[in-house]
């Protein structure tokens, strides 16, 4: 069967335009009779279930149903699977009342692969807003290459392993592939305009602003040099409320601004986690040598330009080697760890604590003044001695020795961590348990 030749931009009902749900629209009755009156092929279905409301007598007859039997039956009954689901990527973002952009699609029509041209109105019936499928036949003889291509190049962007959003100069989306819905979750009655994916893929205002921040400062740079906007990640809540690592990739070409969604979350996570293993001590979780001298290099470069005392700390525990040797090497190693907690236990969020070796580990500190310096030592050597450490049946008293350097503006690191370490070297020759700053002899 051919459908009339008639001009799609079918007229519609007079509703005031809103940008949110109008409170009351036309009747039932009346876009029943309108639709009846109309030669094409008319489909009201609901914004997110794509189920059929109300449908014309043309409809009826393209799709093979009575009036009756054609409510409420869902679409992917008249079209196809493959067709709902591009009817659910394409999103009009135009006012209530106002017909979107026809696009081409292969549908399955009473068991039969037909080429339907659509468009999509967004129309106001009593007190919600449905969607209007207006249907044509696919362009007539000469435009049939026009059709294939759309259809070869819809399956290959849902296909692609990432989100990918086609969206107007104004950034409202007017193409979502099915990965973008996969990804996020979110139906076109969730982020209908562009403020409402802010506000649902960023709830924390604060955090929202500075995703916003980035992203427009990142585009206009981009534009601004006729580019590919340089990536970066955000951190985005999905309607299931999981929180993904997105990396933004942007382009504009004409009118249409062109935006990738790439999933990053197992890649970062990886990433981080290797990195804490690069730089963390497997036993007891404190720095390692190498993040703590790499912390120090840059806190000792600083300390020229602040007014506050840098330290560095040495500290090693008492008379370590009799624990081991009399109660074995996995207790040494849970003198270790508990040792370390009640250290960071002592300290300051800012301060910096690693193991350097063995029983052996250092701080860097900075405090406003060396009196400063010294009181935080002391209070971390009381914080390690003034409870036992419960090693099986026996309470082990643990005491440390500590030595420390503060830092002038001529002394560089590795002098200061050698006059660190001679200070501790003294701390234990005057009997151990006890804090000792470098000084000049």
Same mark, same amino acid.
């Given at each position: 069967?051919?459908?009339?030749?008639?001009?799609?931009?079918?007229?519609?009902?007079?509703?005031?335009?809103?940008?949110?749900?109008?409170?009351?629209?036309?009747?039932?009755?009346?876009?029943?009779?309108?639709?009846?009156?109309?030669?094409?092929?008319?489909?009201?279905?609901?914004?997110?279930?794509?189920?059929?409301?109300?449908?014309?007598?043309?409809?009826?007859?393209?799709?093979?149903?009575?009036?009756?039997?054609?409510?409420?039956?869902?679409?992917?009954?008249?079209?196809?699977?493959?067709?709902?689901?591009?009817?659910?990527?394409?999103?009009?973002?135009?006012?209530?009342?106002?017909?979107?952009?026809?696009?081409?699609?292969?549908?399955?029509?009473?068991?039969?692969?037909?080429?339907?041209?659509?468009?999509?109105?967004?129309?106001?019936?009593?007190?919600?807003?449905?969607?209007?499928?207006?249907?044509?036949?696919?362009?007539?003889?000469?435009?049939?290459?026009?059709?294939?291509?759309?259809?070869?190049?819809?399956?290959?962007?849902?296909?692609?392993?990432?989100?990918?959003?086609?969206?107007?100069?104004?950034?409202?989306?007017?193409?979502?592939?099915?990965?973008?819905?996969?990804?996020?979750?979110?139906?076109?009655?969730?982020?209908?305009?562009?403020?409402?994916?802010?506000?649902?893929?960023?709830? #924390?205002?604060?955090?929202? %602003?500075?995703? /916003?921040?980035?992203?427009? !400062?990142?585009? &206009?740079?981009?534009? =601004? +040099?006729? $580019?590919?906007?340089?990536?970066?990640?955000?951190?985005?809540?999905?309607?299931?409320?999981?929180?993904?690592?997105?990396?933004?990739?942007?382009?504009?070409?004409?009118?249409?601004?062109?935006?990738?969604?790439?999933?990053?979350?197992?890649?970062?996570?990886?990433?981080?986690?290797?990195?804490?293993?690069?730089?963390? #001590?497997?036993?007891?979780? %404190?720095?390692? /040598?190498?993040?703590?001298? !790499?912390?120090? &290099?840059?806190?000792? =470069? +600083?300390? $020229?330009?602040?007014?506050?005392?840098?330290?560095?700390?040495?500290?090693?525990?008492?008379?370590?080697?009799?624990?081991?040797?009399?109660?074995?090497?996995?207790?040494?190693?849970?003198?270790?760890?508990?040792?370390?907690?009640?250290?960071?236990?002592?300290?300051?969020?800012?301060?910096?604590?690693?193991?350097?070796?063995?029983?052996?580990?250092?701080?860097?500190? /900075?405090?406003?003044?060396?009196?400063?310096?010294?009181?935080?030592?002391?209070?971390? $050597?009381?914080?390690?001695?003034?409870?036992?450490?419960?090693?099986?049946?026996?309470?082990?008293?643990?005491?440390?020795?500590?030595?420390?350097?503060?830092?002038?503006?001529?002394?560089?690191?590795?002098?200061?961590?050698?006059?660190?370490?001679?200070?501790?070297?003294?701390?234990?020759?005057?009997?151990?348990?006890?804090?000792?700053?470098?000084?000049?002899?």
């Amino acid at each position: 069967m051919s459908m009339p030749e008639i001009a799609l931009e079918v007229p519609l009902p007079q509703e005031p335009a809103s940008e949110g749900m109008p409170a009351s629209g036309r009747s039932r009755q009346d876009v029943d009779f309108w639709m009846n009156c109309v030669g094409a092929p008319l489909v009201l279905v609901e914004m997110q279930q794509l189920v059929v409301r109300q449908a014309n007598r043309n409809a009826a007859i393209l799709f093979g149903r009575g009036l009756e039997a054609i409510g409420q039956c869902p679409m992917e009954e008249l079209v196809g699977p493959e067709a709902t689901r591009m009817l659910g990527q394409i999103w009009n973002v135009a006012p209530v009342g106002t017909p979107g952009e026809p696009f081409i699609m292969p549908a399955q029509v009473q068991g039969q692969e037909r080429s339907l041209m659509v468009q999509v109105t967004k129309i106001a019936v009593e007190d919600e807003v449905l969607r209007l499928f207006t249907f044509m036949d696919a362009p007539p003889q000469g435009s049939v290459a026009l059709a294939g291509w759309q259809d070869n190049m819809m399956s290959l962007l849902n296909w692609l392993p990432f989100g990918f959003e086609i969206a107007g100069a104004d950034d409202q989306i007017q193409f979502a592939n099915s990965t973008f819905n996969e990804l996020f979750g979110f139906s076109q009655d969730d982020i209908s305009d562009i403020e409402d994916w802010w506000r649902v893929a960023y709830p #924390d205002p604060e955090y929202r %602003a500075y995703a /916003r921040k980035q992203w427009y !400062d990142s585009i &206009a740079a981009a534009r =601004a +040099e006729q $580019r590919e906007m340089t990536p970066f990640d955000l951190e985005v809540a999905t309607a299931t409320g999981r929180t993904r690592t997105i990396q933004f990739r942007h382009r504009t070409i004409g009118n249409f601004n062109i935006n990738l969604y790439i999933d990053v979350t197992q890649e970062r996570a990886a990433a981080r986690e290797l990195k804490t293993l690069a730089e963390t #001590d497997s036993l007891t979780g %404190a720095m390692n /040598r190498r993040r703590l001298m !790499d912390e120090a &290099a840059r806190l000792h =470069a +600083e300390s $020229r330009d602040r007014s506050a005392a840098f330290s560095f700390l040495m500290l090693d525990i008492d008379h370590f080697k009799s624990i081991n040797d009399r109660y074995g090497h996995s207790v040494g190693d849970r003198v270790l760890v508990d040792f370390t907690r009640r250290c960071l236990d002592a300290l300051e969020p800012q301060d910096c604590f690693g193991r350097m070796g063995g029983e052996e580990f250092a701080i860097l500190m /900075r405090r406003p003044d060396s009196a400063a310096i010294e009181a935080a030592a002391e209070k971390l $050597r009381c914080a390690v001695g003034a409870t036992p450490f419960g090693i099986d049946h026996d309470d082990l008293t643990i005491t440390v020795s500590i030595g420390f350097f503060i830092f002038d503006s001529e002394t560089s690191l590795e002098a200061g961590i050698s006059r660190a370490d001679k200070a501790l070297y003294k701390a234990k020759e005057a009997g151990r348990d006890r804090v000792i700053m470098w000084k000049a002899p």
